[in-house]
């Protein structure tokens, strides 16, 4: 199946961009609507450590707490509510745990809307268990195969959508970031993670439309979120802030390629690169950020995601009890109540206020915020759409145009950096204006570059020959 | 209220490309970049002069002891290469190798360097060490050996690659069973290799599961050494509920516990002391 590659922004202007409303939403199973003129809270619960030694025990465990998520949002009148399982290890592996946890969790989402009306979808993101080194590696290994079993398990099960992290490029990723080398983190997420997705995303939308289940989305978790994580806050010196934003707008280019394969969203949230795939294909988008995630992702942006985001999601939080009840029940309510406050905001008309508060409260604290926020995440998005045909174009000017966002906020004296951000910041657009406009000859180079010296990388993974 | 916010959206919306009504908004009374605060009290300082009682001033250790310190690889590669002719390999990993690194290390750890000036310094210590190996036909004399790992399903290494670094950087010898690792491959490796401590990373709540099992059959086997578990998911409530493990915060911390292991220091007194002994 070809990719549909994007040309042009649907959307027309960045003003027209606002949380709970999407150009496409999208109708899931269970009275679920995306994008269609309100924001839908969305919980994640990690399920707690040692239930899943046993398939009994590991289901129970999954009842519980989806039970609890669904009876919190009775008591506290919510009346939509997106329940996500990202898959640990055994679910993706073990296909019975992955029918049986997604089965057990669709017949309660069937009950409560049924019996009350309440509008509740199951996502399952599968884990991208696939290893580069194992024989067969990314495209033959055992991993994958199990991993497009748990799709087809899921899927089969009734859940409404279904999402993934994949991870190609992140051996060339983790190298690169750690020694700051940009080219390796362009080369790693944007060539061969778009590569490694353009070769997983049409099976995925083969199998789960099959059983009438939404292909949700793919986020740069492993690469781009990888990279934020490790710059950390402020006082970290790992990683230069101006470099992590700049991985970021290069994820905005790789995780397009989801869509361009048939993925319909709401987009899979840990990618903060969503408002920049919202505003290219106007897709539904989950989104987290500090203000309602903070009990798994702490970071530089409190509320700015939430500006353009049409699902809240907590990220994902370990089950345990906390004083205000179990850690399901609690970040229900977080992303319950941060959702209600958005919806009423479109009841009332004063959406793009709102959207431009939540915008304004983080835009210039970081530089990932500032090329997040929704009108830079548009110029980004017009740089990927203008070289859209090509994979590592579209990434390579992607970067260069969260640069010069960034040195325009700076010059402006909109932003602070140190002179380390700014220093890296400047040698990076260098390297990138350096680089080809040749794919063909990027890829042949870094090819040349890396294989050899980044542990497990192997062209072959990509569908590439090797050295 | 309908008014005040729809003067507020025109200002913001303004704003945006940009307009009067944002530069209403005193940011720098809402948040502060504390990195660019705490940078204006480092201005001036050379790094190389921070370091200087470090570095080796005769030749050819000051040469090759700063091109590690550059994490210039090349260099050293052939300046080792040259060294080797006439200076034993010890005396070029102890006077030139390891004091570039060390350098290096410091001033990480002064928070004046970056995690990338590290792992080019390291890169470039260990082409050194791998034409000394090469020429020595064998392995160089180490501190001591560590057995690092990722817990049994899961494939998240950067953690455990980045405390690698540090930990080749500052003369352990490195036993990487890499990742996906099972319980009794880590014991059986731990039993085989008789390290000074082992560690594990895991990022998932899920896969951290495997380090109390590991730790009980270690200290069945009376393997009682420290085991350092790190990662996502992993925090102190977890590693204090089973004997041996030790939280690892963050990869510059290994060759500490390391250093403490060697030193026959016990898991109890590390897992207490550990703020002292390998500071985050």
């Given at each position: 199946?070809?990719?549909?590659?994007?040309?042009?922004?649907?959307?027309?202007?960045?003003?027209?961009?606002?949380?709970?409303?999407?150009?496409?939403?999208?109708?899931?199973?269970?009275?679920?609507?995306?994008?269609?003129?309100?924001v839908v809270p969305e919980i994640k619960v990690a399920p707690h450590a040692g239930t899943e030694k046993e398939l009994k025990t590991f289901v129970e465990h999954h009842k519980q707490f989806t039970k609890e998520i669904l009876d919190l949002c009775l008591q506290l009148g919510f009346k939509h509510i997106m329940i996500e399982q990202e898959h640990v290890f055994q679910q993706t592996w073990?296909?019975?745990?992955?029918?049986?946890?997604?089965?057990?969790?669709?017949e309660l989402a069937e009950k409560y809307y049924t019996e009350y009306g309440l509008g509740v979808t199951i996502r399952h993101t599968i884990g991208d268990i696939r290893k580069v080194e194992e024989p067969g590696g990314l495209r033959e290994g055992e991993h994958a195969r199990h991993m497009f079993e748990a799709f087809e398990a899921c899927a089969s099960a009734g859940v409404g959508d279904v999402a993934i992290e994949t991870t190609g490029g992140k051996e060339i990723l983790d190298w690169a970031v750690a020694r700051g080398d940009v080219k390796g983190i362009l080369f790693g997420i944007g060539v061969c993670g778009s590569e490694d997705m353009a070769w997983v995303w049409p099976q995925i939308v083969k199998i789960v439309t099959?059983?009438?289940?939404?292909?949700?989305?793919?986020?740069?978790?492993?690469?781009?979120?990888?990279?934020?994580?490790?710059?950390?806050?402020?006082?970290d010196r790992e990683v230069a802030h101006t470099v992590a934003a700049m991985a970021r707008a290069i994820a905005g280019a790789r995780s397009l390629v989801a869509v361009e394969a048939g993925a319909l969203g709401p987009l899979k949230d840990c990618g903060y690169e969503?408002?920049?795939?919202?505003?290219?294909?106007?897709?539904?988008?989950?989104?987290?950020?500090?203000?309602?995630?903070?009990?798994?992702?702490?970071?530089?942006?409190?509320?700015?995601?939430?500006?353009?985001?049409?699902?809240?999601?907590?990220?994902?939080?370990?089950?345990?009890?906390?004083?205000?009840?179990?850690?399901?029940?609690?970040?229900?309510?977080?992303?319950?109540?941060?959702?209600?406050?958005?919806?009423?905001?479109?009841?009332?008309?004063?959406?793009?206020?709102?959207?431009?508060?939540?915008?304004?409260?983080?835009?210039?604290?970081?530089?990932?915020?500032?090329?997040?926020?929704?009108?830079?995440a548009y110029r980004i998005g017009k740089a990927i759409t203008e070289y859209g045909k090509d994979p590592y174009l579209r990434a390579k000017y992607a970067a260069i145009e969260a640069g010069k966002i960034i040195l325009?906020?700076?010059?402006?004296?909109?932003?602070?950096?140190?002179?380390?951000?700014?220093?890296?910041?400047?040698?990076?657009?260098?390297?990138?204006?350096?680089?080809?406009?040749?794919?063909?000859?990027?890829?042949?180079?870094?090819?040349?570059?890396?294989?050899?010296?980044?542990?497990g990388f192997d062209p072959k993974n990509y569908g590439w020959a090797g050295k | 209220m309908r008014e005040v916010g729809w003067a507020m959206v025109e200002g913001i919306l303004a704003g945006m490309k940009p307009s009067v009504k944002e530069e209403r908004i005193d940011f720098g009374k809402i948040h502060t970049r504390w990195n660019v605060v705490e940078e204006e009290k480092k201005l001036g300082l050379k790094p190389e002069d921070l370091v200087k009682d470090l570095m080796p001033t005769a030749e050819p250790f000051k040469s090759i002891a700063e091109a590690v310190f550059k994490g210039d690889a090349t260099k050293v590669e052939s300046l080792v290469n040259e060294a080797i002719k006439k200076i034993p390999a010890k005396e070029l990993v102890d006077k030139a190798l390891a004091p570039g690194m060390q350098a290096v290390t410091k001033l990480y750890e002064d928070g004046i360097y970056y995690l990338p000036q590290v792992m080019l310094a390291a890169d470039a210590m260990q082409a050194g060490i791998n034409v000394l190996e090469k020429a020595t036909g064998g392995k160089l004399e180490k501190k001591g050996k560590?057995?690092?790992?990722?817990?049994?399903?899961?494939?998240?290494?950067?953690?455990?690659?980045?405390?690698?670094?540090?930990?080749?950087?500052?003369?352990?010898?490195?036993?990487?069973?890499?990742?996906?690792v099972p319980v009794d491959e880590v014991v059986k490796a731990v039993e085989e290799h008789k390290p000074v401590m082992v560690t594990g990373t895991a990022l998932m709540t899920t896969t951290m599961t495997a380090f109390p099992k590991i730790a009980q059959k270690l200290v069945e086997k009376g393997l009682n050494i420290p085991f350092v578990c790190g990662g996502g998911?992993?925090?102190?409530?977890?590693?204090?509920?089973?004997?041996?493990?030790?939280?690892?915060?963050?990869?510059?911390?290994?060759?500490?516990?390391?250093?403490?292991?060697?030193?026959?220091?016990?898991?109890?007194?590390?897992?207490?002391?550990?703020?002292?002994?390998?500071?985050?």
């Open positions: 199946m070809g990719l549909r590659r994007y040309t042009r922004m649907e959307y027309k202007s960045p003003d027209d961009i606002v949380f709970g409303k999407a150009l496409y939403p999208v109708y899931e199973r269970f009275g679920v609507q995306i994008g269609a003129g309100f073990n296909k019975d745990y992955a029918y049986e946890t997604a089965h057990a969790q669709v099959k059983y009438g289940t939404v292909p949700a989305g793919d986020t740069n978790c492993s690469g781009a979120n990888t990279v934020m994580f490790l710059a950390g806050g402020l006082m969503n408002p920049i795939i919202k505003a290219i294909t106007g897709v539904p988008v989950c989104i987290e950020c500090t203000s309602i995630c903070a009990c798994a992702h702490i970071d530089v942006m409190g509320n700015l995601n939430r500006a353009v985001g049409d699902v809240y999601s907590n990220e994902s939080v370990d089950y345990h009890q906390e004083f205000g009840g179990s850690t399901a029940e609690v970040w229900t309510a977080v992303t319950g109540n941060a959702a209600a406050l958005a919806n009423v905001a479109l009841q009332a008309g004063q959406e793009k206020t709102l959207r431009d508060l939540l915008t304004l409260s983080d835009k210039y604290r970081d530089p990932q915020g500032l090329i997040l926020a929704y009108d830079n325009e906020a700076y010059e402006a004296k909109k932003i602070a950096l140190t002179r380390w951000e700014l220093d890296s910041l400047n040698k990076a657009l260098e390297i990138f204006n350096a680089l080809p406009d040749d794919g063909e000859k990027f890829k042949e180079e870094c090819i040349k570059e890396y294989y050899g010296k980044v542990p | 560590v057995v690092m790992h990722v817990a049994e399903g899961d494939i998240h290494d950067l953690g455990k690659n980045l405390a690698k670094v540090f930990l080749i950087a500052d003369g352990w010898e490195v036993v990487d069973l890499g990742r996906d998911a992993v925090n102190e409530d977890f590693v204090q509920q089973f004997p041996l493990g030790i939280i690892g915060k963050k990869a510059h911390q290994a060759p500490k516990y390391a250093e403490a292991a060697a030193k026959k220091i016990s898991w109890e007194e590390i897992r207490r002391r550990w703020h002292e002994i390998a500071p985050v």
